[in-house]
């Protein structure tokens, strides 16, 4: 499994955005969980708390198809690592992308 962290500058959730839910590179993109506002909505935190970098880009890249169970568990050592004390909340976008191999 491959696992790829990228911080995205304030300003860059536009690009951000596109990039994770174009179509053209991909057999099907689906909203797993979310909404398209949060890359923005975290652009806004950043500035008012004058930041320099509004969201995180995480790729999972599993050399097979897991299962919601192992996704969680996936998603959950993410969290952790990145946030210990829980605050992430519901506060992400997953997408997830199949690709054509």
Request: glycine residues 8%.
């Amino acid at each position: 499994m491959i696992l790829k962290q990228t911080r995205v500058q304030v300003g860059g959730a536009g690009s951000l955005l596109a990039h994770i839910t174009n179509e053209e590179d991909n057999d099907l993109v689906t909203v797993l969980h979310g909404n398209e506002s949060i890359p923005r909505d975290g652009d806004i935190i950043a500035r008012m708390n004058n930041r320099k970098y509004g969201n995180r880009h995480i790729v999972v890249s599993p050399q097979f198809a897991l299962s919601p169970e192992q996704l969680n568990f996936v998603l959950a050592l993410v969290f952790d690592e990145l946030d210990p004390q829980g605050g992430i909340g519901d506060d992400y976008l997953l997408i997830q992308h199949d690709k054509p191999r």
